[in-house]
DNA sequence: GCAGAAAATGTAACGCGTTCTACCTCTCGA
DNA sequence: TCGAGAGGTAGAACGCGTTACATTTTCTGC
């Protein structure tokens, strides 16, 4: 578990949060970058001994849910295994449901991480992508039981949870653009990419809730890449 | 809180579970009606002093999670306020989050049965598709702790709940697919329903989480509604 | 170094989902 | 009509998330 470095990820020069009408409806909008806020990542600013403990902890909820799932996760065996007093778990996370967020939030900072430098094989926007989703899923399967601990925690956090979830889908707007290969993230860029994290967040749902395999979810990614990406391939031309 | 009907919903001659490869990436596929699985109403087939108790489950549960949202629905309290032992409770439904499921599904039920004939206004699909959705965010807003406990439930649910789950994307493609005033349903057809179920779904979760008011949620809905129609339309002229 | 504050510990306790048990009450077929 | 079994009831009990608290350890500023 890496992630613990100064949040490299992907390097648009300035993403900051959109806000208001986001949303654009004609295709001619002015191209104009938007930058991205700066949720900060979860951890740091913990003196060594407690960064340590902080991550002690969020390893031992990810060994614990890959052993057995969400419910294996018990707040009492994440401090036994961790080594620290219950009441410090407590004072580092509020929640069992938070903890698990973090750790996704980690997990995916560490994918996008990955993909971030990496060139992709694909000589499309579209092709490239899927190569992301693929190798993303091929991680789920793996490790189907912690999957299902994260993603479920992620679903059901409620309101206190926010700033993690924002964060969430940050490093999912940026793996996405940046497998996209774009270097300018315009409002347009946003939204065809929000639709693509929307439609992936509901893949993964229903994988976990195991009403999709994996390649039911790959198919549908296609099918929406294929038409996100085509709209935009044409905003593009008519630019 | 009717649904216990005989399922009206919407009347295509023949929806039928799509399997294997449902995804089409050839614009010119051959256009060709699926079929819809028959998933079961929940609670039908009961003896009438059973399916009384059971609505009766159901409308606590309901009005439980009205009043204080997810935490509020306790069993204790359902299985008082619906005037019947804890015990039966779990007869009916194994889990709070089950009974919690199934209530969401009868409300979308309801849902779709009310936009199910009524003409909507608007003169294209996209325009009849907002309509349904701002008459829907309508009245998540106006029950904000109800649908925060509902849509976390069926976020947080697991394999147990896949019937229910189904059953609930079912209800949801019909609805778009209603308001879309499409007949036939093809693969292409449910491809596009499918992605906007899928944002629709995603946006619910983050307003559930505070992390987006309903207007942020529509206009996304609006930007997603667009590109997948300019393609359906796209599609059909090319035939 | 050292006093005081902050953090960590160990453990008990509480609340609520879920399960279990013992008993009661319908319903329905012989 | 009756008796057996499914279904219902009341309430105790268990497990785990969460909180509270008294005590000890570690940090920080002087």
Known sequence: MSATGALPLLNYPGLEAMEGDWMTEEPNAEVRPVKRSATAVPGADLKPAQRARYLRIIEAARQLASEGGYDAVQMRA???RSGVALGTVY???PSKNQLLVVTLVLIFEE???RFGGADLPGDTAHERIMAVLRGSVQ???SERKLYDALVRAAMFADASSAAELDRLGEVLTELFANAAG???VTEEVLNAVRIIADVWMAGLV???AGRQSVDDVIAHMDTAVALVFDRLARLQQTR
């Open 139 to 141: 991680q789920l399967e």
């Open 91 to 93: 004072r580092y996370f």
């Open 111 to 113: 994918v996008a991480e």
């Open 206 to 208: 229903s994988w976990v």
């Open 182 to 184: 774009i270097e300018t």
């Open 78 to 80: 994440v401090a036994e």
